[in-house]
Structure formats: C-alpha cells, structure tokens
C-alpha cells in the first residue's frame, strides 16, 4: 500500500507562486501514474494535473495549463506541483493521488491511494 503526504501548502497574494510536494512511501512511486486534484469549499474535487509514471507525460486541466507544472523524482518517492500566477479560485486542499493503470488521467475514480491534502489559499 502507499501512502501519501503533501505538504506546501500555504497562505499566498495573487499572483504568487507555490511549490507543492507529495512524498510517497510503501511501494516504489515509480510504478505508479500520479496525480494532482483539488476541492474548494463547497465544490466537487476537481483533477489538476497527472504525470506518468516514467514522467514522459503529462496532463493538464485547461484552467491550470500554462500556470502549474507537475513533475516527479522517482529517485525521492516524491512528485510536485509548481504553481505560479496563482489566483484566488486556486484557494482549495489539494491532493495528490496513485493510480496503477497507465495512461493517468483526470478520472478520480481510476487512483488507488490518496494523501490528505494540503490547504492553498490565494488572497486578493
């Protein structure tokens, strides 16, 4: 089983940056997709961004491309999520989550492990 932890979170102005991190312990992180989600207050969790396992591909959800950045170390058990331009409907917990079946995607359904979230807010 793996277990997850992010951390990184934090209070932020508009238009600031942060760097979030998701260590990964257990089976080695390498087998598995990854990805990033969120979940505002009062919304639906809602997909952020996805790598592969060998990190070759990523995903972005529209409203986040071009902004965030996922990548990961499998050397560390560790995967990231760099967040710039940062707004306030960015302010929610974010996730980061295993999925062991390639390719990895915006389906939340499809990952296993979960961690329990780091809170981001983005003041205005």
């Known amino acids: 089983q793996v277990r997850l932890v992010e951390s990184g979170g934090g209070l932020v102005q508009t238009g600031g940056s942060l760097r979030l991190s998701c260590a990964a312990s257990?089976?080695?992180?390498?087998?598995?997709?990854m990805g990033w989600f969120r979940q505002a207050p009062g919304k639906e969790r809602e997909f952020v961004a996805a790598?592969?396992?060998?990190?070759?591909?990523?995903y972005y959800a529209s409203a986040m491309k071009g902004r965030f950045t996922i990548v990961r170390d499998n050397a560390k058990n560790t995967v990231f999520l760099q967040m710039n331009d940062l707004k306030p409907d960015d302010t929610a917990v974010y996730y980061c989550?295993?999925?062991?079946?390639?390719?990895?995607?915006?389906?939340?359904?499809?990952?296993?492990?979960w961690g329990q979230g780091t809170q981001v807010t983005v003041s205005s």
């Open positions: 257990g089976p080695t992180m390498s087998i598995y997709q």
């Open positions: 790598i592969s396992d060998n990190g070759a591909r990523r």
């Open positions: 989550a295993a999925d062991p079946t390639y390719p990895p995607g915006e389906n939340e359904h499809a990952y296993e492990y």
